[in-house]
Nanobody, 113 residues
């Protein structure tokens, strides 16, 4: 059974940091490009970041560039998103996905004072 399970979300003050993890199982993680997508309340999905399967190339939405860092550990079948300098507009449910084929259930990130 394919599973992607996000963790590490929560409530943080503006300017703070969080590190999201996405644990993968049931498929060959290292063969897939991985992405993070978020959805804020009342808004459509927004692509956040992408990392190629070998981990050498990364891409970021302009809204998070310079603040977020995507990474992966293929030996641990885990994807990460380090989020720094968080803003209230980063509040959303964050989803990880494998080549848009497999999706996690999402995890809430709330940035508020």
């Amino acid at each position: 059974e394919v599973q992607l399970v996000e963790s590490g979300g929560g409530l943080v003050q503006p300017g703070g940091s969080l590190r999201l993890s996405c644990a993968a199982s049931g498929f060959t993680f290292g063969r897939y490009d991985m992405s993070w997508v978020r959805q804020a309340p009342g808004k459509g999905p927004e692509w956040v970041s992408h990392i190629e399967n070998a981990g050498g190339t990364t891409y970021y939405a302009d809204s998070v560039k310079g603040r977020f860092t995507i990474s992966r550990d293929n030996a641990k079948n885990t994807l990460y998103l380090q989020m720094n300098s968080l803003k209230p507009e980063d509040t959303a449910v964050y989803f990880c996905n494998a080549d848009r084929l497999y999706w996690g259930r999402g995890i809430q990130v709330t940035v508020s004072s």
